[in-house]
């Protein structure tokens, strides 16, 4: 199946200082890409839909300042974590939708490994 | 707005035992459905997926059927084995929407001893 990869799998950072996530679709392309948070033993909340040479779209509650989503080309999306403080800690996860040919019964979401961020 | 509800957890099982995790959903449109685990540290993997009524989708013996008069999408297997162990996730998808966001369940943590 479509593999998706994530960089770094893990990071640990200083308060304040910013870290950046990289997306990326290795064997197709991906318009839409999207980044999810997850907190321990819940849930996958979705931050973001990041479009390739588009802006993105913000889910509510979401600081877009903060969060900096960039989708330049249809195989990359990265998440810029900027000002990191110990409360952004937290296992993102991005999703590359593989929209495949035309038909709605192809369209599909796939995974990154995630990547650990701890914020000291 | 569309949603997925699933049992909670944690499931603990012995091995060869049978496993039944349900789902049901609420939707407007016509979702597709989708079934995903997540191992320990990893991040999610496409279990298996359905994309209209009466699809029945399957994948290392574990299948789910879609079923639109109960809204349901059940994943059940015959006999789990120690490695099954894991947080398995319902979700559905509206692609008749502009973006496919996928709407999760909130996980159910399967345990399996041998």
């Known amino acids: 199946g479509a593999v998706v990869s994530q960089h770094p799998s893990r990071v640990i950072c200083k308060s304040g200082t910013s870290v950046k996530i990289e997306c990326r679709s290795l064997?197709?392309?991906?318009?839409?890409m999207f980044w999810y948070r997850q907190f321990p033993k819940q849930s996958l909340m979705l931050m973001a839909t990041?479009?390739?040479?588009?802006?993105?779209?913000?889910e509510q509650g979401v600081e877009k300042d903060k969060f900096l989503i960039n989708h330049a080309s249809l195989t990359l999306s990265t998440l810029t974590v900027t000002s990191a403080h110990p409360e952004d800690s937290s296992f993102y996860i991005c999703s590359a939708r593989d929209q495949g040919g035309d038909s709605h019964y192809t369209d599909t979401q796939y995974f990154g490994p995630g990547t650990r961020l701890t914020v000291l | 707005g569309d949603s997925v509800t699933q049992m909670e957890g944690p499931v603990t099982l012995s091995e060869e035992a049978f496993l039944t995790i349900n789902c049901t959903y609420t939707a407007t449109g016509y979702p597709s459905l989708f079934w995903y685990v997540q191992y320990p540290g990893e991040g999610l993997q496409l279990l298996l997926k359905?994309?209209?009524?009466?699809d029945k989708g399957s994948n290392k013996g574990f299948e789910a059927t879609y079923r639109k008069e109960t809204t349901s999408f059940h994943l059940e297997k015959g006999s789990v084995q120690v490695s099954d162990s894991a947080v398995y996730f319902c979700?559905?998808?509206?692609?008749?929407?502009?973006?496919?966001?996928?709407?999760f369940g909130k996980g159910t943590k399967l345990s399996v001893k041998p």
């Open positions: 359905a994309t209209k009524a009466d």
């Open positions: 979700a559905l998808s509206d692609y008749g929407g502009s973006q496919g966001n996928l709407i």
């Open positions: 990041s479009n390739e040479g588009s802006k993105a779209t913000y």
């Open positions: 064997d197709f392309q991906a318009t839409t």
